[in-house]
């Protein structure tokens, strides 16, 4: 194939830590992380990987705080 691979390869992006909908009340900030959510997948297409994968490592539940609203 063009590219270097075979019939054979698999190609895997993966992307991690994204926190996505972060600060999305932040009139500046609110769009950054699908922003980058959506560059992360053109990226994908562009290569055209067999599989993206979004990880995510979670210490404990405080890293969640931000997700709650009064």
């Known amino acids: 194939m063009a590219d270097g691979t075979t019939a054979e390869s698999i190609k895997v992006l993966i992307a991690s830590d994204l926190h ?3 600060a999305e009340l932040d009139p ?3 769009n950054d992380s699908f922003d ?7 990226l994908a ?6 599989s993206a994968r979004m990880a995510r490592a979670k210490r404990d ?5 931000w997700h ?3």
Not at 45 to 50: A, I, K, L, W
């Open 61 to 65: 539940a405080s890293e969640d705080e």
């Open 45 to 50: 297409n562009q290569h055209q990987v067999t």
């Open 28 to 30: 500046i900030r609110g």
């Open 68 to 70: 709650h609203r009064s």
């Open 20 to 22: 996505l909908g972060y």
């Open 36 to 42: 980058t959510f959506d560059e992360i997948l053109g």
